[in-house]
């Protein structure tokens, strides 16, 4: 059947609800593949249509062969744009949840593109970002409506040094505990260095 | 009728791409020169008209529409009258999941292809009977969590959706505050990592 | 705590330091109309025209008060107070500025073309001009990935423009008296309804696009 490669994409995505599996090179080539050799054959076919319903003033018999074959392409091609288009979408999602910088194990499963495309979307956000008000705003920040002005984190991971706003210099080691500003530490528990204790 | 246009699923959409690969019965109403390997059953090389096939359902859209028809499409059986009857009689009791993952967005195609509007009706019967169930389940905040295997996929997410906002409001309720969390992404690499960690 | 405690001491403070430029409209209005235009954005369909000017007047203030904050010692109660109460100013200006940001995304390109529109007929964009160039910038990255994966077989891309669903149902308030509301909801039998200052109803979207525009309702 047409196009059941290109499927095979999309169930790709969709059996990995977060995060993104690697990215399937040797797949994505088999349906460009199909898609070419469709499309060869619908410019051949539509020529003879083209052509021979202009002399006989009837439909030409490969009319239906044309039709489910320019279908095929369609398929075929919404769903290759479709697995990179929602791939994107995560990496666009993993921006504001790991920030501009991407674990090392999750860059391995990404093409050059995708690299190419994050680190793009990354600048473009962060202009963004530098444009609103006088001195920018990071909107990656302020996540949730305020409920206390300090809070107690415990540090899951060996962070090193961390300076608060007041110029006060942290080491954060592992498992070590803190009563810190909120507006201190959100961006650092979005990005599993801290956890909250309630 | 409803607007036509009240709902136009996302062309990027992977929930509507794979309801509409769903394999859909049709017949053919015109001679397809080299489509016979459309039918795996036959060996020709092109496809006869009155051929009786399954075929995903984007192919069969496509052949149904245009002036010039390629195919008539038929109902697919979970959407026929024997099965209509059943979601009649009780469409609470019934393992939906099992009819179809994509019952509703399926249907939603399918029902075009019913001029009496039987399907159209059903499936509001269906949702509309179900609902109710949905909304306890996603309110009870210890229901069972194998229920959702008898949910389809729309019902699905309303139920999780519902499930999250229930506990969100008694969290809220209890403790007044909702604790930060990590990124819901950032914390399950965490946990894959800890677990192939484990694994080394 | 008490809201309107918590205003009153934001005047307070602001009443201290805005001697120099005039402010016409109070910090509470701005706080109500924030609230209001977040509210709209958050649970409309689609982009709706931005409040830039409300969103950098907003920003002006907690620029103020976080200067005047510095100056209050540590151990002032009521630093804290202020502390939160300008957190959760800034909250309100992310939420909406990033409510917009992803409907700009999602709907990018119906998004451009209709800013386009709206250009050449003289009408104002919907878009702040920086949210128009992070679109333009967001739109291109998407068909340089596109055109990157087709280049096989160039000349063959089709997409569909994704738009937002009009007719999804919304909750309104209205702040008016406004009678003979066409529902429209794709029907030739178009219904009219009234409402009354004050009324709640749901709505499809499409109905009351306009009123959330020009403010005769607000979405709950």
């Known amino acids: 059947m047409f196009a059941e490669k290109a499927c095979s994409l999309i169930k790709e995505l969709s059996r990995c609800e977060e995060g993104l599996p690697p990215y399937n090179i040797e797949l994505v080539k088999e349906v460009c593949t199909e898609i070419k ?3 060869e054959q619908n410019k051949e076919d539509g020529a003879i249509v083209a052509n021979e319903s202009e002399i006989a003033g009837n439909v030409n018999p490969l009319y239906p062969t044309l039709r489910i074959g320019s279908a095929a392409v369609k398929r075929n091609i919404r769903c290759l744009l479709a697995y990179h288009y929602n791939r994107l979408r995560t990496l666009r999602t993993m921006r504001w949840q790991f920030g501009s910088i991407l674990p090392p194990d999750i860059k391995t499963n990404l093409s050059s593109d995708e690299i190419d495309w994050f680190s793009k979307y990354s600048s473009c956000l962060g202009k963004y970002m530098r444009s609103i008000g006088e001195d920018g705003l990071n909107l990656c920040l302020d996540l949730r409506p305020p409920k206390s002005l300090y809070i107690e984190v415990k540090c899951l991971i060996d962070y090193g040094k961390f300076e608060l706003s007041d110029g006060t ?3 954060l080691k592992k498992d070590s505990r803190h009563y810190l500003p909120r507006s201190e530490c959100e961006e650092l528990i979005t990005q599993g260095v801290f956890h909250h204790i309630v | 009728m409803l607007p036509s246009s009240s709902y136009q699923p996302n062309y990027f959409s992977i929930e509507d791409i794979l309801a509409t690969q769903e394999r859909t019965p049709c017949k053919f109403l015109q001679d397809v020169p080299r489509m016979g390997k459309l039918n795996p059953s036959a060996e ?11 075929l995903p359902l984007w192919l069969v859209l496509d ?7 390629i195919l008539a499409p038929e109902l697919p059986k979970i959407y026929r009258e024997a099965y209509r009857e059943i979601l009649k009689a009780d469409a609470t009791a019934i393992d939906l999941h099992k009819f179809n993952l994509y019952f509703y967005e399926l249907g939603s195609y399918i029902k075009h292809f019913d001029r009496r509007g039987d399907v159209h009706n059903i499936l509001l019967h269906t949702f509309t009977t179900r609902f109710r169930l ?3 389940l996603a309110n009870n905040a210890d229901s069972d969590p194998t229920i959702q295997n008898k949910l389809d996929t729309l019902e699905r997410r309303l139920f999780k959706d519902g499930h999250n906002a229930r506990m969100k409001l008694n969290t809220w309720l209890l403790e007044s505050g909702i ?15 800890r677990v192939n960690e484990e694994l080394v | 705590m008490d809201e309107i405690d918590i205003e009153s001491a934001l005047n307070e403070i602001e009443n201290e330091s805005d001697d120099e430029d005039e402010v016409q409209i109070s910090l509470p209005e701005i706080i109500q109309l924030m609230e209001e235009t977040w509210l709209n954005e958050k649970f409309s369909p689609e982009i709706l025209p931005n409040k830039m000017e409300i969103v950098e007047l907003l920003l002006d203030q907690i ?6 904050l510095k100056k209050l010692n540590n151990s002032d109660f009521k630093k804290g107070l202020y502390q939160m109460e300008v957190d959760r100013l800034r909250f309100l200006i992310s939420s909406y ?27 104002d964009n919907y878009l702040s001009q920086n949210e128009l160039q992070f679109a333009q910038e967001y739109d291109q990255s998407i068909k340089d990935n596109f055109e990157s994966v087709m280049r096989f077989c160039p000349g063959i891309i089709e997409t569909q423009i994704i738009s937002p669903n009009i007719h999804s149902m919304v909750f309104l308030k209205s702040k008016e008296n406004i009678d003979g509301i066409v529902i429209d909801d794709g029907n030739d039998d178009n219904d009219l309804i009234d409402l009354t200052t004050g009324a709640q109803v749901l709505i499809g979207y499409k109905s009351i696009s306009n009123l959330v525009k020009n403010g005769d309702v607000h979405l709950i």
């Open chain 1, 169 to 171: 210099v942290l080491l």
């Open chain 2, 63 to 69: 052949g149904a529409a245009g002036r010039q028809l």
């Open chain 2, 134 to 136: 949905i909304m306890d």
């Open chain 2, 44 to 54: 020709e090389k092109d496809l006869k008209v009155g051929t009786e096939l399954e």
């Open chain 2, 179 to 193: 604790p930060l969390k990590a990124a819901s992404m950032v914390d399950n690499h965490r946990k894959r990592k």
């Open chain 3, 97 to 123: 500025l990033r409510k917009r940001l992803e409907k700009i995304e999602i709907f990018c390109t119906a998004i451009l073309e209709q800013e386009k529109l709206r250009s050449q007929q003289g009408k």
């Open chain 3, 63 to 68: 620029t103020t008060l976080e200067t005047n």
């Open chain 1, 37 to 39: 050799q469709l499309h």
